[in-house]
């Protein structure tokens, strides 16, 4: 029997590479994109036994993204799971930031998906598969010093809900998950105002979710057919809910916040 495929970019650390191993643990075909295509022949290594094939990507140009599905059907001759992961990151506030970094959160995290859905959507069609999005939180609540990484996450959670819509009677699943804070590198290579890389996280990595605790929430929510999933019960389930009822009171706390962060743009 043909084994399932998956599609996933931004594999190469963080989420999208524990959602790798999830999917090699369970004995799928995997697709693993990324620009750092060291680390993912690293991947190859240590499942040895798992058909794997790496495409070096950059999912903001459109071309990477029509090579890597194009490489994805030579190889294995359909998609069941396209998981739109590849992300970046920013921290500076909007009076600061200088317009590239805009830009580049946009190319990144919204065209990078609507790119990958446009060139898979055909094969998803074909084999009423999934196509998920990893936002996060900030994709619900604007979260301050993150004005280009919440709009971008926005928008593709706005895309995401319409493709569902439009795909009603053709048994395409269409899921956006939105983690909380996770432990990935996705602060430290955040661009600050000038759009130079953070290099360093501003917050404590250890109480965080962990990678493989978030991938697990995806896969499962993937197999269970599941429309979104909001991860982490505080900062993420209570706080999306409770801006619904207090905005002005989420708003406050969410200041304070990320005011509170070393080095912070918000003093």
């Known amino acids: 029997m043909q084994n399932k495929v998956v599609v996933i970019t931004g594999a190469s650390s963080g989420i999208g590479k524990a959602l790798a191993q999830k999917y090699a643990a369970e004995g799928w075909d995997l697709v693993l994109a990324a620009r750092r295509i060291e680390r993912l022949h690293a991947l190859e290594r240590e499942f040895k036994n798992t058909n794997i094939l790496s495409v070096k990507t950059d999912v903001s140009l459109v071309e990477d993204c029509r090579d890597l599905i194009d490489k994805a059907i030579g190889r294995f001759g359909k998609i069941d799971v396209l998981i739109n992961n590849a992300g970046i990151?920013?921290?500076?506030?909007?009076?600061?930031?200088?317009?590239?970094?805009?830009?580049?959160?946009?190319?990144?995290?919204f065209w990078g998906?609507?790119?990958?859905?446009?060139?898979?959507?055909?094969?998803?069609?074909?084999?009423?598969?999934?196509?998920?999005?990893?936002?996060?939180?900030?994709?619900?609540?604007?979260?301050?010093?993150?004005?280009?990484?919440?709009?971008?996450?926005?928008?593709?959670?706005?895309?995401?809900?319409?493709?569902?819509?439009?795909?009603?009677?053709?048994?395409?699943?269409?899921?956006?998950?939105?983690?909380?804070?996770?432990?990935?590198?996705?602060?430290?290579?955040?661009?600050?105002?000038?759009?130079?890389?953070?290099?360093?996280?501003?917050?404590?990595?250890?109480?965080?979710?962990?990678?493989?605790?978030?991938?697990?929430?995806?896969?499962?929510?993937?197999?269970?057919?599941?429309?979104?999933?909001?991860?982490?019960?505080?900062?993420?389930?209570?706080?999306?809910?409770?801006?619904?009822?207090?905005?002005d009171l989420v708003d406050g706390v969410m200041y304070r916040m990320f005011a509170s962060e070393p080095d912070s743009p918000l003093r």
């Open 113 to 247: 998906t609507v790119y990958c859905t446009k060139f898979a959507l055909p094969y998803l069609l074909e084999s009423k598969g999934s196509l998920v999005g990893v936002i996060s939180v900030g994709g619900y609540l604007g979260l301050p010093g993150r004005t280009g990484y919440s709009a971008s996450k926005f928008a593709v959670r706005g895309f995401l809900d319409t493709v569902r819509v439009e795909n009603r009677r053709s048994g395409l699943h269409v899921l956006v998950a939105a983690p909380g804070f996770t432990t990935s590198e996705i602060r430290k290579s955040a661009l600050v105002a000038d759009g130079r890389q953070q290099g360093e996280t501003p917050r404590n990595e250890n109480k965080m979710m962990s990678a493989e605790e978030c991938a697990g929430h995806i896969y499962r929510a993937v197999k269970r057919r599941r429309r979104k999933i909001i991860l982490t019960v505080v900062e993420g389930k209570l706080t999306v809910f409770m801006a619904k009822m207090w905005a």
């Open 89 to 109: 990151s920013m921290r500076a506030i909007f009076e600061n930031v200088e317009l590239p970094v805009l830009h580049r959160m946009m190319d990144v995290n």
